[in-house]
Structures are given as structure tokens and as C-alpha cells.
């Protein structure tokens, strides 16, 4: 495993990419494979984005996104996929971890 010390790329970005898109409405999801089953949880949507933080302070990076009255943490990110679509309705990120859990993020 790569330590987070070398993903310092990934704090820039993050910082850059919530800049940008700051004030976005949002929707927020996680999925989880259960043996052959995946499973879909919706967690938020319509909020909008406040920032997105990375804490690289440990082996695995923590990913801390916050939205207007709500924020979620992913720890031990593994991870990070970048998504642009051509509407910008699709841009957004998915962030999965150590354990294979994915946090799917994106843009209204």
C-alpha cells in the first residue's frame, strides 16, 4: 500500500476541485459488494457543496466531504475517481476504501 505521504497530489486536487465547485447542489451515495450482492445506499441529495478536506495524517488518507449542514468521512481511502460528463450533471468523484466500500459524489 502506498502511504499517504506519497498521494500528496490528492490534497492539491481536492482543495482545486472544491474551489470550483463550491455552492453545487449534490447527491451522495455509498455502495458495498455483500459476497455477490451490491448494495446501494442514497444518503443525501439536493445539498449543496461546502468542501471537500483530505487528512493524510495516517497510512491510509481520510477523505471528509462537507455540504451544507452534513458532512460525511471516508476513512482508509484507497481510491479516488474523477468523473466529467459532457451535461456536468455526472461530474463528481468516487471515493472507495480499504475495504472496498465506494462513495459515490456528484453534482446535480
Known amino acids: 500500500m502506498n502511504s499517504a505521504k506519497t498521494q500528496h ?3 492539491a486536487f481536492l482543495k482545486f476541485y472544491s474551489n470550483e465547485n463550491k ?3 449534490t447527491r451522495l451515495g ?3 459488494r455483500d459476497g455477490d450482492v451490491v448494495n ?3 444518503i443525501e441529495d439536493g445539498l449543496v457543496l461546502a468542501g471537500i478536506d483530505l487528512d493524510p495524517n495516517r497510512e491510509l488518507p ?3 466531504i462537507l455540504l451544507e449542514g452534513y458532512s460525511h468521512s471516508i476513512a ?5 475517481a474523477v468523473h466529467y460528463s459532457q451535461a456536468a450533471e455526472g461530474d463528481g468523484l468516487d471515493i472507495t ?3 472496498g466500500k465506494t ?3 456528484r453534482f446535480e
Not at 76 to 80: A, F, G, K
Open 9 to 11: 497530489s490528492w490534497e
Open 62 to 64: 481520510t477523505v471528509e
Open 23 to 25: 455552492g453545487r447542489k
Open 103 to 105: 462513495t459515490i459524489f
Open 40 to 42: 446501494d445506499y442514497w
Open 30 to 32: 455509498a455502495f458495498e
Open 97 to 99: 476504501d480499504v475495504n
Open 76 to 80: 482508509d481511502v484507497r481510491s479516488l
